[in-house]
């Protein structure tokens, strides 16, 4: 039975696990996975991805579909819960939570933010074409294979490839060239810091 508590962030859900189920879903909402694929996306157990799949599936949030003996499962675009539902679940489980949970415990990160078009997404512009991976800009001196895990981590959670760029305290107001131009132009989004919680 999962236990975990509500979300802060989004106390209407039930538990942080169906929040980051409902997120990997309508978040991706090009994916098709088998429960099996989604229990190893998300290391949650069979049982509880089955359980919240019947729950989305009886609100018509998601889809399924067979293929032979596998049960596919993909949000549902068509509801019309889906696109508002999918900015909330954005908001308190997507990768500035996720980032900001996992970079906490890298030593000498002194800021971080997200960048390029999915932090423009999250602000509002929309995109003329789908947002494929998800950029995030580093400031300090980390320690590097700390910051390589967390980022296969967050790609695990997140299911999109993350691409991090590391450059030193300061360059945001210091920096310069063409990369410094297109960031400080650009949108960003900073990545907060936080303890992260027991899964």
Known sequence: MDKSPAPALLPILRSKQQGEVLFF???????????????????????????????????GLVTSRSVGRTRLIQA??????FESLADLLLKAFGPPVVLGKLL???????????????????????????????????LGD?????????????????GREVQVVIREQGWLENGSGAFHANVQSGHRVAI???PAQSE
């Open 104 to 138: 906490g415990s890298v030593d000498g990160v002194a800021e971080a933010f997200v960048i390029g078009s999915w932090a423009s997404a999250y602000q509002g512009v929309k995109q003329e074409r789908p947002i494929g991976d998800i950029d995030v800009l580093v």
């Open 76 to 81: 549902n675009t068509e509801s019309p819960f």
């Open 142 to 158: 980390p320690d590097r294979d700390a910051l390589y895990t967390v980022a296969t981590d967050a790609e695990r959670r997140l």
């Open 192 to 194: 907060e810091f936080m």
């Open 25 to 59: 879903l309508l978040g991706n909402p090009e994916k098709e996975l088998s429960l099996t694929d989604l229990s190893k996306q998300l290391s949650f157990p069979y049982a509880s991805i089955h359980r919240e799949v019947e729950r989305s599936l009886a609100a």
